[in-house]
């Protein structure tokens, strides 16, 4: 009998770390493109994929943030198309360069504090309150904008940071500005009481509220985390753009979304990481360039996006129900 | 006191507060322009808010049952390309209505099967189906213009009049009626309410929870099939995106009219006079001038302002009939308001005690 659960039991253990099924799917997509396509496993596509998947990461590592408290943050893509857009606006009527790249990432952040408080002090379900948002924050830049794309912004340093210019190779600035932004959220969320409540709120909000933890403060500070990363995306990508479309990230939650659940986070709250949203980061961008190497029109991009996101929760849900079931087996064999 | 119960009482009526903003709008428009009350501008607000009155419709199903539906939008354009494609190689009008509402089937048939089946969050699978529609809409339109069908029944079915009465009204209202007659005198109806109400409780009765929650997605995708094929014939031609943000209305939409998020309450009515509120506000702020880039503004706003004014008057109700439970229970020991007293009632139940005590 223990000889016939003890390989299931290793493998529903194996499923149990959240990344699991993330990192295989990833290593098969890489060993099948790369066979499949000689261009596909060089340097210069390596540092491609680095820098188109920077966007869809930093949104990741917030929506991550957000998914651990157990709420979800859809107004990521409109968030980075607004906050862009008033940064470069600062930019072409005058103000200096960093003034105009603190403005987007401070837009960001203050556009996730109203999404907070929307939800910790109105009471809003947060997904209606941040769908709102998504509705306010790109009708706002239409009507701002008039639907005229906002250019002249492009100062000569904004091309090395939005990693248009790459004076070190194919390590870029976006890249640099990634690398900091996974570190400090990595060790937010593992060495700081914040980290601690964020997990502890999203594992049972109940118990967090009756063991003191400030829920509201955690909950307000996780929404402007993704705000503000939001707003670093939207910072990179008005420059890498060179114009500030009012589309601008129309659609970039789905990805969020979809990167931070392939990388282990849950709906319910209470799981995700940094790692993880890197992880799913990797999976969604590797996939994109896989599409763009094969050949298959871009149009497929928006199909494939949510494609992978519905076998992230169906691999997550069937996993799950694997975990849950073994656990029941192991109780019923230590009753025996 | 008593004038705060029942204005209090008054509000917790559902649909009232949603009606009397309608009043509003209208009285405040029809002095701001001269051009609102008259016949031509009441015939183009109804034939622009028809899609969004239908999908409002059908979402209000998706969340009595505590669902979410977010796919709308793209199943609505998805459904009108498929129509379009249809007609445009020569199929006749019945294939291509088909073509539309089997799109929008699918689309249900996907979300149900996963959101009632594999158990799957609804929100992240609607979010993922609303991507692929979306997306697909984009690679069928891309090489392809989907327009320039000239079948004189096809442009008839929001063009045409039957007495008077534009035909996309009269077949709304038809939609709109049947499914406000399935939801109140039908087991179907009845039973989803029970389910959004409490699941549980639904499934310990005996309800068959999995095939109604399956049920609802069929019917909100169907619907939206519908819608597609009537914007269709209203516009004659799909471009990528279209249907983008219709969710967003329908979910404003059924939420301005009380429908709860949490589900257990909602009514077709309401969420069509939330339409079309959303509606004149629409047309009655580009009479007066402005921009109608303000729209998704206002119906992200009446969202955050709606749920927000139904969450404060749900708590003035339950405080008052704490207060009631309390000064009753010195007098009897009913055990009628020790549920009442559970930190989450629904509002029907939480209005008829208001009845009860008074």
């Known amino acids: ?336 | 006191m008593s004038v705060r119960t029942r204005l209090t009482q008054t509000l917790a009526i559902d649909g009232l507060p949603v009606a009397a903003a309608l009043a509003l709008a209208v009285v405040f428009f029809s002095l701001a322009s001269p051009f609102f009350l008259t016949q031509e501008n009441i015939s183009n607000l109804l034939t622009q808010s028809l899609f969004v009155i239908i999908l409002a419709a059908g979402m209000t199903f998706v969340l009595i049952v505590g669902g979410f539906d977010l796919s709308v939008g793209a199943a609505t354009g998805l459904s009108a390309a498929t129509t379009m494609l249809v007609l445009m190689n020569g199929g006749a009008l019945p294939l291509g209505i088909l073509a539309g509402i089997a799109t929008g089937m699918a689309f249900g048939i996907i979300n149900g099967f996963f959101i009632a089946v594999m158990e799957i969050n609804a929100f992240i699978v609607t979010l993922a189906t609303l991507s692929i529609g979306a997306g697909a809409l984009q690679v069928l339109t891309t090489g392809t213009q989907l327009t320039g069908v000239s079948l004189p029944a096809f442009a008839w079915l929001t063009k045409g009049s039957i007495l008077g009465i534009p035909t996309g009204v009269v077949i709304t209202l038809v939609i709109v009626a049947a499914l406000e007659w399935v939801l109140l005198f039908t087991t179907f109806g009845r039973t989803i309410f029970a389910v959004g109400t409490n699941p549980r409780a639904a499934f310990l009765a005996g309800t068959p929870v999995r095939r109604l929650t399956f049920s609802v997605y069929l019917l909100s995708g169907t619907i939206a099939g519908l819608a597609g094929v009537l914007l269709a014939s209203h516009l004659n031609s799909v471009q990528p995106g279209l249907g983008q943000g219709y969710e967003l209305s329908a979910i404003a939409a059924a939420v301005l009219g009380g429908v709860s998020l949490a589900g257990g309450r909602g009514s077709v009515w309401r969420a069509v006079i939330g339409a079309l509120f959303l509606a004149t506000m629409a047309q009655g702020l580009q009479l007066i001038g402005v921009d109608p880039l303000w729209f998704s503004i206002v119906t992200g706003a009446s969202i955050v302002i709606a749920v927000a004014f139904d969450r404060a008057v749900q708590q003035w109700v339950i405080k008052q009939l704490a207060a009631a439970t309390t000064k009753r229970q010195i007098f009897d020991d009913s055990d009628a308001s020790a549920s009442v007293s559970a930190d989450a009632p629904t509002t029907s139940a939480t209005r008829s005690s208001v009845r009860n005590t008074k």
């Open chain 1, 1 to 336: 009998m223990i000889a016939i659960t003890a390989p299931s039991q290793r493998f529903s253990r194996l499923l149990a770390n959240p990344s699991a099924g993330a990192i295989l799917l990833l290593v098969i997509l890489i060993v099948a493109m790369s066979v499949a396509f000689p261009n596909f496993f060089t340097g210069i596509n390596a540092g491609n994929v680095s820098n188109q998947m920077v966007f869809v990461l930093l949104l990741a590592l917030g929506m991550t943030v957000v998914l651990i408290t157990g709420g979800i943050d859809l107004s990521v893509g409109s968030v980075m198309g607004l906050s862009a857009g008033i940064g470069a606006y600062t930019i072409t009527s005058g103000a200096p360069l960093v003034v105009g790249l603190l403005t987007t990432m401070a837009v960001g952040a203050f556009l996730g504090l109203i999404n907070g408080i929307m939800i910790t002090k109105l009471g809003l379900p947060d997904f209606i309150a941040t769908l709102a948002m998504l509705g306010v924050a790109r009708g706002a830049l239409f009507l701002w904008t008039g639907g005229v794309p906002i250019i002249g912004y492009m100062l000569p340093e904004y091309y090395v940071i939005s990693g248009l210019s790459q004076p070190f190779g194919f390590i870029t600035v976006p890249i640099l500005i990634a690398i900091v932004a996974v570190v400090v959220v990595a060790v937010v969320l593992k060495f700081t009481s914040y980290g601690r409540h964020a997990y502890g709120l999203g594992s049972s909000p109940h118990a967090a509220v009756l063991s003191g933890v400030p829920v509201a403060r955690i909950k307000v500070i996780a929404y402007m985390i993704s705000g503000l990363m939001a707003g670093v995306a939207g910072m990179i990508m008005a420059g890498r753009n060179t114009t500030v479309a009012p589309t601008m990230g129309l659609g970039y939650e789905v990805a969020a979304i979809a990167a931070a659940i392939i990388g282990g986070a849950a709906l319910g709250g209470g799981r995700g990481s940094a790692f993880g949203a890197v992880i799913g980061a990797l999976v969604l961008s590797i996939t994109a360039n896989a599409i763009n190497i094969a050949g298959v029109s871009s149009s497929w991009q928006q199909v494939v996006t949510g494609g992978v996101l519905l076998l992230a929760v169906v691999f997550d849900r069937v996993s799950s129900l694997i975990r849950a079931r073994s656990a029941r087996l192991a109780t019923r064999l230590a009753h025996a």
